[in-house]
């Protein structure tokens, strides 16, 4: 329309209530004595408020009959993780993995010393036989064996002593172990 306003800057159409410009941010009118976050803060409460009468206002629901669980974790710096699980629809049980590991955890071992342990790797086709030495580990419980995405990581205790060791795998592998006399033994087959 001819009588439209527009910005001097950047020639977009502009209502006479602004203040800036919501294409270029030029100033449209000059401002007296007012703190110009106050005035920005003024011009988003008019957006919601015109936003809050135009958009219909609903919840999202499951249907009925539906079946579903919602987790939520929770973590700061200071406490461990905090889990919530809430379930709706017909659900009798839910295993809550995080409770059990609680009841399960091992006391947090720390050694005066660790040493990486001699370890001998034999590669097959598609399979490889990592043997550590881990003199002085009495058994099984002493060996933490974790498989993450592309490696194995070995943790074993032997009284003030430890052992840590970080072996690269292929991802997806399958790991088995042994130990016998100080001596384990890892299986990786791909």
């Known amino acids: 329309m001819f009588w439209e306003k527009r910005c001097k800057n950047c020639d977009s159409k502009i209502d006479k209530t602004w203040i800036f410009c919501a294409n270029c ?7 007296k004595g007012k703190d110009i976050f106050q005035e920005v803060d003024k011009e988003f409460r008019q957006i919601d408020k015109m936003l809050e009468m135009k958009v ?29 699980v809430q379930t709706y629809g017909d659900q009798r049980h839910i295993h809550h993995q995080h409770e059990h590991r609680r009841h399960e955890e ?17 590669r097959s086709q598609n399979k490889q036989i990592i043997t550590l030495n881990l003199p002085d580990v009495k058994n099984l419980e002493d060996i933490e064996i974790k498989q993450l995405q592309q490696s194995v990581e070995i943790r074993a205790f032997a009284g003030d002593k430890a052992y840590f060791k970080l072996i690269p795998i292929p991802s997806n592998a399958s790991v088995n172990n042994e130990f016998k006399d100080g001596v384990l033994k890892i299986e990786v087959v791909k």
Not at 106 to 122: F, G, M, N, S, Y
Request: aromatic letters at 2%.
């Open 56 to 84: 219909p206002k609903f919840m999202l629901r499951p249907p009925l009959k539906a079946k579903g669980v919602s987790i939520i974790i929770t973590a700061d710096n200071v406490s461990p993780p905090k889990i919530n």
């Open 25 to 31: 941010g030029n100033a449209l009118k000059e401002v």
């Open 106 to 122: 091992k006391p947090v071992r720390i050694p005066k010393t660790t040493e990486e342990p001699e370890t001998k790797i034999q």
